[in-house]
């Protein structure tokens, strides 16, 4: 993960938080499994969405 203060590589198996101005970056074949406050997640999923599609 790239974050304002610098990268952080999670590994197999280990729980991590990504505070709000990270950005992702997954290696191909990557499962995961997230879980988000729900309150949290609606704010945050249309601005995901509209990143993505900005490209």
């Given amino acids: 993960m790239h974050l304002p203060d610098g ?5 197999a198996g280990e729980a991590y938080y990504t505070p ?4 992702d970056e997954l290696a191909p074949g990557t499962l995961l499994v997230e879980f988000s406050p729900t309150e ?4 945050t999923l249309p601005v995901v969405a509209k990143n993505l599609e900005a490209g």
């Fill in 7 to 11: 990268d952080e590589v999670v590994e």
């Fill in 20 to 23: 709000p101005g990270h950005t």
């Fill in 40 to 43: 949290e997640l609606e704010r």
